[in-house]
């Protein structure tokens, strides 16, 4: 059976959990397309118009491919898609991202109705852990969901619901699971992480994820820990502190959205162009060499031309390593659909336009500043003969080795730029 995923990491390891449980039971999972398989599992995404579009086409594929199949549509489309949307499409059944611990349950009563679960499903791409289960390079252990932010363009609220934290010990030994089938990295999802541990009564100064960070660093021993987003208000000393322990990845993901306090008001974003600043100079205080990444949004009702100037200025100087450049996407329930001042489509795409051309740039930058630096690469696997994997701060590398460098951590000479990273030379085993 095949287990689609679209959107977030948050999703990446919903779904992971869902082929490990699937996978336990003996069934082959695989995490693309393919013909013939008994069942799809299509895990969406719903963060703007054009992720529905691919959740739609998703379902779609999936019959044609396999057109007895058992389709599950799943994820933040299942929430805000129309009653309706299962016959329009094609899908045997529709389920909240809160009905997903049922999926596993529902199939193999299904496949197991028709027999050999094996029957129309090649051999899943990934190797195996000891455990049997599916060995990913990189497990995204998801520690939060949900979130009680209410930003006026964000639709996840409505398809995640209020945050819950998972408990610091159900984290811990999932981690030492990973660890136990070879994991090298986790990387720790949630909607929002800084909330971790606020709906557990923690007190203020105690949330986010700084607890859950010691209590891994002392409790595991894998090489990596990566954590996914965080607010610029979640960056602090006290947090920063932990970073001195080199199994934390020198990578920070801390969407901006805009650089002007015009907009992040109304956006109802809980910093300010300043706070901004002050949270990149104190990761840069504490770590000068680590990725910092973003998330921005063009054209947000009533952006003018000044807050957008604003905007790329603030990414100019923040050198970011990467930015995710998104055109305001109308959403409904959220409170900027029912904003004035909409933009028209072309103000957006000129202005997507500028964003793009300055993540080229950024990106760039950083990775030629780590040109003849040697980085530890965790090697993931081999595509038309190249492997490819990622450093600590998030660079890409690919490689030519004749050695089998599948989910090995080496240290590489990061030579020239290639595609979206660099070339290296991997160091001799
Ligand atoms: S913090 Fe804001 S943007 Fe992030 S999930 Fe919550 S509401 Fe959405």
Redesign the pocket.
């Known amino acids: 059976m095949a287990v689609l995923t679209l959107g977030c990491k948050l999703n990446q390891s919903d779904s992971e959990a869902l082929a490990r449980r699937l996978a336990g039971e003996g069934v082959r999972v695989v995490d693309r397309p393919v013909r013939g398989a008994q069942a799809f599992v299509i895990n969406t995404c719903s963060v703007t118009h054009v992720a529905d579009r691919k959740a739609r086409h998703l379902v779609r594929l999936a019959r044609r491919l396999s057109p007895d199949a058992e389709i599950v549509l799943t994820g933040c489309y299942a929430e805000t898609a129309p009653a309706d949307i299962a016959g329009v499409i094609g899908a045997d059944a529709v389920l909240a991202n809160a009905e997903k611990p049922q999926i596993a349950e529902r199939l193999l009563s299904r496949l197991e109705d028709r027999g050999d679960p094996y029957a129309g499903c090649p051999t899943p791409v990934r190797p195996t852990g000891p455990s049997g289960n599916p060995l990913r390079t990189r497990a995204f252990i998801k520690i939060q969901e949900g ?5 006026a ?5 409505y398809t ?1 619901g209020r945050e819950q934290s998972v408990p610091i010990a159900d984290v811990v030994s999932q981690v030492q699971e990973r660890e136990a089938d070879g994991v090298l990295e986790v990387v720790l999802t949630g ?2 992480l800084g909330n971790y541990g606020r709906d557990l009564g923690w007190p203020r100064e105690e949330q986010g994820p700084r607890r859950l960070l010691a209590e891994l660093l002392q409790r595991t021993s894998l090489p990596r820990i990566r954590t996914s ?1 965080l ?1 610029a208000q979640d960056i602090g000393t006290h947090l920063l502190a932990l970073w001195s322990d080199p199994r934390l990845c020198p990578h920070f993901h801390i ?1 901006l ?1 805009s650089g002007s306090d015009a907009v992040l008001g109304p956006m ?3 910093y300010s162009a300043d706070e901004y600043r002050r949270a990149v100079s104190l990761i840069r205080k504490h770590l000068p060499a680590a990725a910092i990444t973003t998330d921005v949004i063009a054209g947000f009702p009533g952006e003018t031309d000044a807050d957008f100037e604003a905007t790329l200025r603030l990414c100019e100087e923040s050198s970011f390593a990467d930015m995710h450049c998104f055109p305001y996407s109308r959403r409904p329930h959220t409170g900027a659909d029912r904003m004035d001042g909409h933009l028209p489509p072309q103000t957006r795409r000129e202005r997507l336009e500028r964003l793009l051309t300055l993540q080229k740039r950024s990106s760039k930058a950083h990775r030629q500043g780590r040109l003849g630096d040697t980085a530890d690469v965790l090697w993931e696997e081999q595509t038309e003969g190249r492997w490819q994997g990622l450093t600590g701060d998030y660079v890409r590398v690919y490689a030519s080795s004749d050695s089998d460098l599948t989910n090995r951590l080496t240290a590489a000479r990061l030579e020239r730029l290639e595609g979206e990273g660099v070339y290296g030379v991997p160091a001799p085993p």
């Open positions: 979130c009680d932010e209410l930003c363009f964000c639709i996840v609220p995640r909607t929002q987003s607010q969407p959205q109802r974003r809980r």
